[in-house]
């Protein structure tokens, strides 16, 4: 495997696989974006979800085919939370609004 000296991405296909992996980098999903098979997103790896996790927790996260595919879907829920309105009807335009919206409190203690 190599890195990409500009965007520090890896270039071959699909993360090495082993439990010293970080979960987000097995699946080429730094953004633990959870799967759901209405979202077909491009450069999903087949299958599209990750396999049962070295924790013992259930299957949750997309698998993309390569990590640039993973960065491009990020981009495309942030762009999606951009336009999109929070549950009490504002815009969610600050970080703290995006954290909340990635990474509810109910799952995460981030805020």
Excluded at 39 to 60: C, D, F, H, L, V
């Amino acid at each position: 495997m190599s890195i990409d000296p500009i965007t520090w991405i890896p270039t071959t296909d699909l993360a090495p696989t082993g439990e010293h992996w970080p979960r987000g980098y097995r699946n080429g999903n730094g953004g633990n974006i959870d799967y759901a098979p209405t979202n077909q997103w491009q450069g999903m790896a087949s299958p599209p979800i990750e396999s049962k996790p070295y924790n013992g927790s259930r299957p949750r996260f997309c698998r993309f085919s390569a990590a640039h595919w993973g960065l491009r879907a990020i981009f495309r829920v942030l762009i999606k939370y951009r336009d999109a309105k929070a549950s009490d009807g504002t815009p969610v335009d600050t970080i703290t609004d995006i954290i909340k919206r990635w990474a509810p409190a109910l799952e995460n203690n981030t805020i």
